[in-house]
Structure formats: C-alpha cells, structure tokens
Antibody, heavy 120, light 111 residues
Framework: EVQLVVSGGGVIRPGGSLRLSCAAS????????MTWVRQAPGKGLEWVSG????????TYAESVRGRFTISRDNAKNSLFLQMNSLRTEDTAFYYC?????????????WGQGTQVTVSS | QSVLTQPPSVSGAPGQRVTISCTGS?????????VHWYQQLPGSAPKLLIY???KRPSGVPDRFSGSKSGTSASLAITGLQTEDEADYYC???????????FGGGTKLTVL
C-alpha cells in the first residue's frame, strides 16, 4: 500500500525557517517524481514545488522561488521541503504527492498533510 | 487568480447529473497538456479522480467521467450521491508559467 507521511509543520514567526519531511513507503520511491502542494485556510490547491526521480531537476512556483528548496533522499525514501524567509501568506496545509506519470503530471497519491502557520 | 477557471459552486439532487467546467487557454489546456481532476472531501487530502483527460484510476466509479475540447475540460458526475459532496479541482500544466496549475476549485452540493 502506498503511503506518504508528512511531518514537520508547526507555528513559526515571519522570517523563520521550517523543514517539512515526507516519508514514502509501499512503492519504489526513486521511480517517481514528487511534488509539494499547499492549501491556505479556506482556499484552493496551490502547486509549490516538484523534483525529478533522481533530484536532478527541481521546479518552483513563483511565490516560493528563492525561499523554498525541495530535495529528496532516495536511500531513505524521503522528500523534503526547506522553507526559509517564511511569510504570513505561506500559512497553509502542505501536502506531498507522488507524480504518477512523467509525461502528464497527475498526482496519484497524496500524504495527509501538515499545517504550517506563520504568525507573529 | 488561477489560469484555470472553474465555477465556484454547482449543485444537484440525488440521482441527477452535474458537470464542472475547467476553462483554460492556449498555454495550458489548449496547448495539449493533459487535464486531471481531484476530489477533496471535507477534512481530507485530495484524491485523483480522473487523469489524462478521460481515464479513471482503479476504484473510481464510472459515474465520474472527464472530457476535453479545445481550451476547456469538463468533469461529469451522474447518479449523484450524497457522498459526492466535496470540492473538485482540475489541474494541468501551463507553459507560460512553466508550472503546474490548479483550478480554483468547485464546491459540489448535493441537495
């Protein structure tokens, strides 16, 4: 059974840093690209960042580029999101998801998510 | 403001058919990028409902179907059930943004 378990959320002051982790199991992790998606309170889904199967290519939404860094450790079946210079508008529920197909970019499995609250 | 436009809400009675539209442009749906649909039940993570415009993952009832034409796509739900009450999101890729794009979401109410 595919499982994605997200951890690392919390309450942080503006300007602070936080690192999210996503532990994967039930599939061959390094066969898949991975992504982070967030959802602000009462709002829709927003794609945040993606990483290729070997970590060789990373992409970011304009809203987080230069502040967030996605990475992965295939030996530990883990995905990460390092979030620096956090802003109040980064407050959201953060999901990790598996990209089911390289070509068409659908996200076929999602973690349960973790809440990140940026507040003074 | 998303590059993919969905109606904020739709509603229907049990047993009826509803459709949710997803309108894009020549840099996303119209450029040939696939459209995917997700269902998000209250308090839950999104779930893939339709991928590659028309395909259903294993376990998704055939009451759910997708279509795509030109710069738009649609999700149709037939035989509405109370458990279909959820938020629905379309997703594609936008070449102008060089990024994945989600629609703003549509709240389905089953009357």
């Amino acid at each position: 059974e595919v499982q994605l378990v997200v951890s690392g959320g919390g309450v942080i002051r503006p300007g602070g840093s936080l690192r999210l982790s996503c532990a994967a199991s039930g599939f061959t992790f390094d066969d898949y690209h991975m992504t982070w998606v967030r959802q602000a309170p009462g709002k829709g889904l927003e794609w945040v960042s993606g990483i290729t199967w070997n970590g060789g290519d990373t992409t970011y939404a304009e809203s987080v580029r230069g502040r967030f860094t996605i990475s992965r450790d295939n030996a530990k079946n883990s995905l990460f999101l390092q979030m620096n210079s956090l802003r109040t508008e980064d407050t959201a529920f953060y999901y990790c998801a598996r990209q089911g197909s390289i070509a068409s970019r659908q996200f076929d499995y999602w973690g349960q998510g973790t809440q990140v609250t940026v507040s003074s | 403001q998303s590059v993919l436009t969905q109606p904020p809400s739709v509603s229907g009675a049990p047993g009826q058919r509803v459709t949710i539209s997803c309108t894009g442009s020549s840099s996303n749906i119209g450029a040939g990028y696939d459209v995917h649909w997700y269902q998000q039940l209250p308090g839950s993570a999104p779930k893939l409902l339709i991928y590659n415009n028309i395909k259903r993952p294993s376990g998704v009832p055939d009451r759910f179907s997708g279509s795509k034409s030109g710069t738009s796509a649609s999700l149709a739900i037939t035989g509405l059930q109370t458990e279909d009450e959820a938020d629905y999101y379309c997703q594609s890729y936008d070449s102008s943004l060089s990024a994945v794009a989600f629609g703003g979401g549509t709240k389905l109410t089953v009357l």
